[in-house]
């Protein structure tokens, strides 16, 4: 499995131009408050959907953020692009704390920082023609291509793999994974250093996804862009991303390269995830090792106390219920590989006897 | 080219198998021309058996499903052929004998459990009333047949949670209290409709792992239908693979997924990224967009994303339909294309080269 070597390989030109991080997040909170009452609204309490995450993503690397629904990446991306206010936590990019920053010089700062949304239907305007949707984050900035506007957004429809013709049309006139396109090339019009990418590819076909994920990979070579991906398909974000976090009800529980997180996962709850995906090999399926989580993930209201993921592990002890596990490097384990866990596994994913069953495996 | 068939005229010949579907074809007529959703689709099931249909979104997986519960009728779809279910053929039914069928031998799993659940009555009343509809039993009995159901699909405290109304579920939940729904009558066919689509990883595994629980229990037939071919590898036994509407390819998991024919089932096999693949190979996406279904290309209606097709002589790709053939001498993998078994062999030991 030496297969890391070729990406980085080609990025090290960019990352040896600033050795430091271009997007730093600091104990990042996002908390939505509950209120109840009519007139005088009181706070009863707050989703703490985001609760104390930190992460690095150097220029032209791509991170990968992957976890249930509910746990909190989506939310953690659009803190990072300010589409939410931060509750607590420090955000830095390239070198600039943008935090809490006023609307108008954001705007300057999102230049640099941009975003592919999830569903193509609903992230463009029906009554804007692809070409006004392309220009207007140019417009908006007052930049003011020597081209001219028109013809600098023919030229990313193309980088796309769109026809430039298409200016004119409007997005209903294109199928899903052309539609992913022009947001692809709205997000690329300001020529971005970081992209958030927030499950840009699991709204498509499959045939239609490997289009789009090649898509970003050779922009990203070409434009040596940033990347945080989110995404909930732990195939994808292998394929994609150098690095990978996997987020547990607010929280990294887990930080890695893809290869020692995939081949090696230390948190418990990594482990259930890779065990869960659907692997099509026929054969294999059956001597695959299965690690079944009952339930759903608790509420982020009322989060449980210490190791969020102890009420589905089936290690939990009553240290998991006092203590929080911090997010730690263990000894002996790749450099930059941290997990968040009491009993943390050391042991290759591949041998399946030595993994102790989940209670509801056990019951079948 | 539509066959429009009354119910006398179709030939009486009750199938072997439980489920027998025969040139099955769903044909819309729309103003800009007829969509042909379902053009000659035939496939059997066993009891006890799980058969996954595979395909692009537009392909007619989920307008073949519906057909087999009879809910094209009434629209302006036009349906033809046989589905035989347990001796009985089901496209020349009334809408009142189908009914009776609905829910008590023919359930299904729709994919959107929020949008399939009435907003407005509780989880545990919709379940009961589907119990009602086709068993003497009173309100109470069906309440706590709804309640027992709600626990075999691991709710827990399902007494209470049947009190509750769909919006207080999660994802995960709304989709167990939509498979308790269709199994509470014992059904034997059930056709799950993308039924993990909208879940995570991990509560799909739970829900796959409930429908085999169930199927192994009652012995039932299912269906499922899904783009995902890691969940068909992990719960069919067989698949069919579907493309503008025909059957392109079919046989048992083993035999498509290991030993695929149709260049259609290569690229989606390899376009989907594997959790041991190679990081550094690009990924090898299918070109271009599935067919519009008025106008499918001529021939074969794969060729124009085929990257074979140069390799069959005389253009037949451009102006020949190929024939669903039996593939080296077994009748239970069939494939339609025109690539002949040594090239094909020759062009799958070249790719193995090329990516492995």
């Known amino acids: 499995m030496s297969t890391t070597k070729s990406i980085p390989a080609q990025q090290s030109g960019e990352k040896s131009t600033s050795g430091e991080n271009l997007l730093e997040v600091e104990d990042l909170q996002v908390h939505f408050p509950i209120r109840q009452g009519i007139v ?64 108008a010089s954001m705007r300057a700062a999102r230049q640099n920082l941009q975003m592919i949304f999830q569903d193509p239907y609903s992230s463009l305007n029906p009554r804007h023609t692809v070409g006004t949707i392309i220009e207007t984050p140019m417009k908006l900035n007052g930049i003011n291509p020597e081209q001219g506007h028109k013809k600098r957004a023919q030229e990313l429809l193309e980088i796309v793999g769109l026809n430039p013709e298409h ?94 997180l995939y081949s090696r996962p230390q948190h418990p709850y990594t482990h259930a995830l890779l065990s869960a995906v659907p692997e099509v090999d026929p054969d294999g399926a059956d001597n695959r090792e299965r690690i079944r989580l009952t339930g759903d993930v608790p509420s982020p209201i009322n989060p449980p106390s210490g190791c969020r993921f102890r009420t589905r592990c089936w290690k939990a002890q009553d240290i998991c219920a006092s203590e929080e596990p911090p997010l730690v490097q263990l000894i002996g384990s790749a450099d930059g590989h941290q997990a968040a866990c009491h009993f943390p596994e050391v042991k290759q994913v591949v041998a399946p006897e030595e993994i102790p069953a989940a209670p509801a495996s056990a019951a079948e | 080219m539509a066959i429009e068939l009354s119910p006398q005229s179709v030939d009486v010949n009750p199938a072997s198998s439980f489920l027998e579907v025969r040139d099955l074809r769903v044909h819309f007529p729309t103003e800009d021309g007829l969509v042909k959703s379902v053009d000659g689709v035939s496939f059997s099931l066993e009891k ?71 907003p407005f009555f509780t989880v545990g009343s919709q379940i009961a009333e589907a119990y009602r509809v086709h068993h003497k039993a009173s309100k109470k009995e069906a309440h706590e047949r709804a309640v027992e159901m709600l626990k075999r699909v691991g709710i827990p405290q399902p007494e209470r949670r049947a009190k509750d109304y769909p919006h207080q579920f999660s994802g995960g939940m709304r989709q167990r209290a939509m498979i308790a729904m269709s199994l509470v009558c014992d059904p034997e066919l059930l056709i799950a409709d993308e039924p993990t689509t909208a879940l995570d990883v991990t509560v799909q595994a739970q829900i796959l792992d409930l429908i085999r629980d169930l199927q192994e229990e009652f012995g039932s037939a299912v269906i499922i239908i899904t783009h995902d071919l890691g969940v068909v590898a992990e719960i069919s036994d067989d698949i069919l693979v579907m493309y503008g509407g025909r059957r392109i390819e079919y046989g048992s998991v083993h035999d498509v997924l290991k030993a695929p024919e149709h260049p259609y089932t290569w690229g989606l096999l390899q376009s989907m990224p594997h959790l041991g693949g190679d990081v550094s190979q690009r990924l090898n996406p299918i070109p271009g967009s599935p067919p519009s279904l008025i106008n499918l290309p001529s021939g074969c209606a794969f060729n124009p994303r085929c990257a074979f097709k140069d390799q069959v002589a005389d253009g037949r790709c451009l102006s020949e339909r190929p024939e669903l053939l039996p593939v080296l001498d077994s009748d239970k993998h069939i494939a339609a294309c025109h690539l002949t078994g040594d090239a094909k062999a020759e062009i799958r030991s070249a790719s193995a080269r090329g990516t492995k």
């Open chain 1, 40 to 103: 005088f609204q009181r706070q009863i309490g707050a989703v703490r959907a985001v609760d104390g995450v930190s992460f690095q993503v150097k220029p032209g690397e791509s991170l990968g953020l992957v976890g249930e629904s509910g746990c909190g990446k989506s939310t953690t991306g659009r803190a990072v692009t300010r589409l939410l206010e931060p509750t607590g936590g420090t955000v830095r990019f390239d070198g600039e704390d943008i935090t809490h920053k006023k609307v």
């Open chain 1, 167 to 260: 200016y004119n049309r409007y997005p209903n006139e294109f199928s899903g994974g052309q539609r992913q396109r022009i947001g692809i090339a709205r997000a690329l019009a300001l020529k971005p250093k970081l992209i958030v990418a927030d499950e840009p590819v699991s709204a498509l076909d499959v045939s239609i996804q490997a289009q789009v994920v090649n898509l970003l990979q050779d922009l990203q070579r070409e434009f040596g862009l940033a990347f945080l991906f989110i995404a909930h398909d732990l195939a994808v974000v292998r394929h994609f991303s150098e690095r990978v976090a996997v987020m547990y009800l607010g929280k990294i529980v887990e930080i890695a390269d893809r290869e020692t």
């Open chain 2, 48 to 118: 006890g058996k799980t058969l996954g249909i595979v395909g692009e979104s537009g392909s007619g997986k989920s307008v073949t499903s519906l057909s087999l519960l009879g809910l094209h009728k009434g629209s302006r779809a036009r349906v033809s052929g046989e589905v035989w279910l347990d001796g009985e053929e089901l496209v020349g039914m009334t809408e009142a004998q189908m009914r009776a069928l609905r829910g008590q031998k023919v359930s299904m799993i729709f994919q959107d459990p929020l949008s399939a659940l009435h």
